[in-house]
C-alpha cells in the first residue's frame, strides 16, 4: 500500500492579516463610522441620563437662561468685547495651538466630499441622539397643519383631494376646501416630508434630513466662493445658526427648503461662469424651481439679479463658444424653467379650476388671507370669515397687521427678529468689514439679491425667520468673507485680526454649545404633550369623531381641527362642532364612529362623551392658568371643573366667590370666562347643592356654578385632606357619575386677576383703605399693598374644607412664600386665610423700592416645597 505524500499547510499570514485591519481602521469609511459612532452614542448616553432632570421644572427655568434671547445676546457681547479686548492686548496668545487646529481643519476640508457630507450629517445625528430628551416635535400652528395635508396628498398618490360633502365642519385655517380639499400654501416644503410618509417614516424625519442637506449644499455653495477651510467654516456656522434646536429643524414651517434653493443659485451661478458644465446649469435651474414653490415671492427677489448676470455672461462672454453656452447652459435651464411653469400651471389648474389662479390666492379670496402688500388696500372683508370664529379672528388680525396697529410687525421688531436668527452678535463683527470687499463684483451682486430681498420683505405685514431663508447661504458667505477680512488685520505690527477672528468663532461654537444645551432643557423647544396628541393617545383603539368646541378666547393659531388627506378613511375625524341641529348631519353620516365632545382649551387631554351625562374635563386653578410646567390644583385651593350638563338651564353664575371686595369681579379670570360674577339664582332643581364632587375619598365643597354660553364649570375647595398624586375626582349630579383623573400637587399658587380700563389682566391688589390699584391710581414704591392668591398649600393651624375664614384671621400657610415684583423678592408682611372666603390667602407686602415704573410691572407669588419654588401665574401691576 502506497504510502500518501505529505500535505503542505501555508501558515496564516497573521502579519498581512493585521495590516489589512489596521489598513481598513484607517480608512475615510472605517473613521467616519467610529467617529459618527462614538459621537451619537456619547450625546445619546447623556441625553438619557439627563431626560430624568429635564422634566424638573427648576432645572428646566434655569437651563432656560442658556436660551433666553436677552441674557443670550449680553453674554455674548460681553464675550465679544473681551475677545477684541484680549486680541489687541495679546495677539499672539495661543498662536501654536491654533495654528495646529487650523492646519487639521484645512487638510480636512480638501476632501470637499468629505467636508459636505460632514456638514451634512453632524446636526442630524446630533439632533437624533438628542430624542430623549427633544422628542419628535409635534404640529400645533395652522401653518405647520398646511404643510403636512400636502405631505399626506402626495404621500396618498394625489395632487390635491376631492372636497368632501361636509366640508363646513372640517374648515381650519389656511386650508382650501372648495373646489377641492388641500392647502393654500406652495407644495416644495410638503416633498421631503411626503418621501418619508411614502417609506412609512414620521414627516419630521423629512424635515430633519432636509435640514441636513441644507446644511451641506451650504457648504458646497461657499466652496465656489472661497478656499475650502473657509467654506468648511461656513457650514459649521450654519449648523450653528440654523439646526439642530433651531424652528426649521423642530417645527414643520419650512425655512430648510427655501435655503436649500438659495444655496443651489448661489453655488451652481460661479460655477457655470467658471467651468460652463449642463450639471452646474441643471442645479441653478432646480434652485429656481424650489424657491418659486417654497417661497415665491422672495424666491423671485433673490433670483432675478442672478438670472440677469447670467443671461449678461452667455451674452457676453467670449473664451467660450456660443455652441457651448447654447448646449450646456441655455438649453438646460430653459428646459426646466418651460417644466417649471407648465407644472406649475398644471398644479394650479388641478387645486383652482384656473391654471393661472395659484391657491394662495383663491384663498385670500375666500377669507381674505394672507392680506396683500402695504401699497395695496387691505381686505376688509371676505365671504368665508363668518362661519368660524377661528376664521374671522385671524381675518381681523392679519387685517390690523396690515394696517398698522400691531407694535410687534413693527420693522423694527421685524429686523430684531431678523438679526437674532441669522446674524447676533458673533455674525455682525464681521460684517463690518464687508466694505473692504466692495470691488469685488460677484459679491455686490449678491448683495444686490439679499437687498432687494428684504426689502420686498418690507412691503408685506408680517415676518418670520423663513421669509428669508433664500438668503441663508448669501448671509453664511458675508459672515466668511468679513471674517477673512478681519483675520488679515492689523494695527501697526500687531496681527490683532488674526486672533480677533480665531477667538470669535472660538467662542461661537462654546456658545452655540451652551445654547444647544439651554434649549436641550427646556420643555417649549419643541412641542409635545399637545392637545391633538393627547386625544390620540386616548382613542387608541376604534374609529371616532371628536366634535371640537373652542372657548370665547380661543387662541387661533393654535387649532385642532385638521384631518389626513383621506378624511373618512382617518381613524379620527377632527370637525368643528356647530350646533345641536347641524351636528346630527354629521352624526348621520359617520354612524359607525363613536362621538366625543373635546374642548382644548380648558382640559387639553379631556373627551367628553355626546350624551346627557353630566361630565368635566378637566380642573385648573381658580386664579387662572399658571405659566408652570406642572399643571394641577392643590389641597384647600379654588378649582375650576369645566364640563357640560351640569346646570343645562342656568346662565351666568350662582356666586360671588370674592364678595367682600367692593367692585363687582365681571372680568375675573376671564380666560375661563366670568365664573366670579355677581351670583344669580337658579330654579330649585339646579342649585349647587345638587352637584356634588369628590376627589378620591374626601368630599369637595362646592362654591358655585356657572354657564356662559356652551361653557359649563362647577367650583370647588379642593378637600385639605386629598394627597399630592394623581387623584380620581367626581361630578354626580343625581344618580349620574362622571369620574376624571386630576393632577394633586403640594401647591399651585395662583393670583387672582381683573381686566383694567385698558381691557388687560392685571393683579387684584387693594391699599389698606379698601381702594384698588389700577391704571388712574398705581401702585408707589414703599407703600403697603395686599393681594388674594390661592392654591398656597396646607395652613397653620389646620382648616376644615369649606370653612370660611375668620375675623380677624387667624390660619397662615405652612408652606414658605415669595413674592415677586419686577423680577425680585418683595417685603412680605403677612399671608392670612382670608376672612369671610373659602380657601383664598390674602397677602400684605412691601413695594421694593427698586420697583420700575410702568403700566405692566411683573407680579407674582411662589410656595416653596422641598426647598423648590413653585410658581403662579405671571400677573401684572401698575407701579408709579
Not at 469 to 481: C, E, K, R, T
Not at 531 to 536: H, I
Request: net charge positive; hydrophobic share 45%; with cysteine.
Amino acid at each position: 500500500m502506497a504510502t500518501p505524500s505529505p500535505v503542505l499547510r501555508a501558515e496564516p499570514n497573521t502579519g498581512t492579516q493585521r495590516n489589512a485591519k489596521a489598513a481598513w481602521f484607517r480608512s475615510p469609511l472605517a473613521v467616519w463610522l467610529i467617529a459618527g459612532s462614538s459621537l451619537f452614542i456619547a450625546i445619546y448616553l447623556l441625553a438619557l441620563f439627563v431626560a430624568p432632570h429635564a422634566q424638573d421644572p427648576a432645572m428646566a427655568l434655569t437651563a432656560n437662561g442658556f436660551g433666553d434671547p436677552f441674557t443670550n445676546e449680553i453674554a455674548k457681547w460681553i464675550s465679544v468685547g473681551l475677545c477684541l479686548a484680549i486680541a489687541c492686548a495679546v495677539p499672539k496668545l495661543g498662536a501654536n495651538k491654533f495654528q495646529s487646529l487650523e492646519g487639521a481643519i484645512s487638510r480636512f476640508a480638501l476632501h470637499r466630499r468629505q467636508a459636505i457630507l460632514f456638514c451634512s450629517v453632524l446636526p442630524v445625528l446630533v439632533r437624533f441622539a438628542l430624542l430623549p430628551i427633544l422628542r419628535v416635535p409635534e404640529p400645533i400652528i395652522a401653518d405647520e397643519f398646511g404643510y403636512l395635508l400636502l405631505a399626506n396628498t402626495f404621500a396618498s398618490g394625489r395632487l390635491t383631494n376631492p372636497a368632501h360633502p361636509l366640508w363646513k365642519f372640517f374648515e381650519g385655517n389656511y386650508i382650501l376646501h372648495q373646489p377641492a380639499y388641500t392647502s393654500q400654501y406652495p407644495f416644495a416644503s410638503a416633498i421631503p416630508m411626503a418621501i418619508a410618509e411614502i417609506f412609512g417614516a414620521t414627516p419630521w424625519l423629512g424635515v430633519c434630513l432636509g435640514v441636513g442637506l441644507m446644511c451641506g449644499l451650504i457648504c458646497w455653495m461657499l466652496q465656489a466662493w472661497v478656499p475650502p477651510k473657509w467654506a468648511l467654516l461656513g457650514g459649521l456656522v450654519a449648523i450653528g445658526q440654523f439646526s439642530i434646536v433651531t424652528p426649521w429643524m423642530n417645527t414643520y414651517w419650512g425655512g430648510s427648503t427655501a435655503a436649500i434653493g438659495g444655496a443651489l443659485l448661489a453655488g451652481a451661478a460661479p460655477r457655470i461662469v467658471k467651468y460652463c458644465r449642463v450639471r452646474d446649469s441643471v442645479l441653478f435651474g432646480l434652485g429656481v424651481a424650489i424657491l418659486s414653490q417654497s417661497r415665491p415671492f422672495e424666491g423671485l427677489l433673490f433670483s432675478i439679479p442672478l438670472v440677469v448676470w447670467l443671461a449678461l455672461w452667455v451674452i457676453g462672454e467670449r473664451k467660450i463658444s456660443f455652441d457651448l453656452r447654447l448646449r450646456n447652459v441655455v438649453i438646460p435651464v430653459s428646459a426646466i424653467f418651460i417644466l417649471l411653469v407648465a407644472g406649475t400651471a398644471y398644479y394650479n389648474w388641478r387645486v383652482t379650476g384656473d391654471p393661472l389662479l395659484m391657491p394662495y390666492k383663491l384663498h385670500q379670496r375666500l377669507y381674505g388671507t394672507p392680506q396683500p402688500f402695504y401699497f395695496q388696500p387691505a381686505i376688509q372683508d371676505a365671504p368665508g370669515i363668518h362661519r368660524q370664529k377661528d376664521r374671522e379672528n385671524v381675518f381681523r388680525w392679519e387685517r390690523d397687521a396690515h394696517e398698522g396697529r400691531l407694535p410687534e410687525h413693527l420693522e423694527l421688531s421685524r429686523l430684531l427678529v431678523f438679526w437674532r436668527f441669522y446674524l447676533g452678535p458673533f455674525c455682525t463683527i464681521p460684517l463690518l468689514f464687508l466694505p473692504f470687499l466692495w470691488r469685488d463684483l460677484r459679491l455686490r451682486l449678491l448683495l444686490l439679491a439679499a437687498t432687494v430681498l428684504l426689502a420686498g420683505n418690507s412691503l408685506y405685514p408680517f415676518f418670520f425667520t423663513h421669509y428669508a431663508a433664500p438668503l441663508s447661504g448669501a448671509i453664511v458667505l458675508f459672515v466668511i468673507q468679513g471674517l477673512r477680512c478681519l483675520r488679515v488685520l492689523r494695527i501697526g505690527s500687531r496681527p490683532v485680526g488674526l486672533l480677533a477672528s480665531r477667538g470669535l468663532m472660538l467662542i461661537a461654537g462654546v456658545s452655540g454649545i451652551c445654547t444647544v444645551v439651554g434649549w436641550t432643557l427646556t420643555p417649549w423647544t419643541v412641542a409635545s404633550d399637545k392637545p391633538r396628541s393627547k386625544v390620540f393617545a386616548q382613542l387608541k383603539d376604534g374609529k371616532h369623531v371628536v366634535l371640537v368646541r373652542y372657548s370665547d378666547d380661543h387662541p387661533f393659531h393654535y387649532g385642532v381641527v385638521f384631518n389626513d388627506a383621506d378624511i373618512d378613511n382617518s381613524r379620527i375625524v377632527w370637525a368643528h362642532d356647530l350646533g345641536e341641529t347641524a351636528d346630527h348631519e354629521i352624526e348621520n353620516y359617520y354612524r359607525d364612529r363613536q362621538f366625543w365632545l373635546y374642548n382644548p382649551d380648558t382640559a387639553p387631554g379631556a373627551l367628553a362623551p355626546m350624551t346627557g351625562q353630566p361630565y368635566f374635563t378637566g380642573a385648573v386653578d381658580g386664579a387662572g392658568s399658571r405659566d408652570y410646567l406642572r399643571e394641577g390644583v392643590c389641597p384647600g385651593g379654588i378649582a375650576v371643573l369645566f364640563g357640560g350638563n351640569i346646570a343645562p338651564n342656568l346662565q351666568g353664575t350662582t356666586f360671588n366667590l370674592l364678595g367682600l371686595l367692593p367692585v363687582h369681579l365681571t372680568g375675573v379670570s376671564a380666560q375661563y370666562g366670568d365664573e366670579f360674577s355677581p351670583g344669580t339664582s337658579l330654579p330649585a332643581a339646579e342649585s349647587p347643592g345638587d352637584i356634588s364632587v369628590q376627589f378620591g375619598d374626601y368630599s369637595a365643597a362646592v362654591v358655585g356654578l356657572a354657564r356662559f354660553g356652551a361653557q359649563e364649570s362647577v367650583t370647588v375647595q379642593v378637600p385639605f385632606e386629598t394627597a399630592p398624586g394623581l387623584v380620581t375626582a367626581r361630578l354626580r349630579r343625581g344618580d349620574l357619575m362622571w369620574p376624571q383623573k386630576i393632577r394633586v400637587l403640594p401647591a399651585a399658587p395662583g393670583v387672582f386677576q381683573m381686566r383694567m380700563s385698558d381691557s388687560k389682566l392685571r393683579a387684584i391688589v387693594l391699599r389698606q383703605d379698601g381702594s384698588f390699584v389700577d391704571l388712574e391710581h398705581p401702585a408707589h414704591r414703599g407703600e403697603i399693598l395686599r393681594f388674594f392668591a390661592n392654591g398656597l398649600g396646607a395652613f397653620k393651624p389646620s382648616i376644615r374644607s369649606g370653612e370660611v375664614g375668620k375675623s380677624p384671621p387667624i390660619a397662615v400657610p405652612a408652606l414658605p412664600l415669595i413674592v415677586g415684583v419686577d423680577y425680585r423678592a418683595a417685603p412680605m408682611i403677612s399671608a392670612k386665610y382670608a376672612a369671610g372666603m373659602i380657601g383664598i390667602t390674602e397677602v400684605a407686602f412691601q413695594v421694593p423700592l427698586e420697583t420700575s415704573s410702568g403700566s405692566d410691572i411683573n407680579f407674582s407669588i411662589a410656595a416653596v416645597v422641598d426647598g423648590k419654588p413653585m410658581y403662579s401665574n405671571v400677573s401684572l401691576i401698575p407701579v408709579q
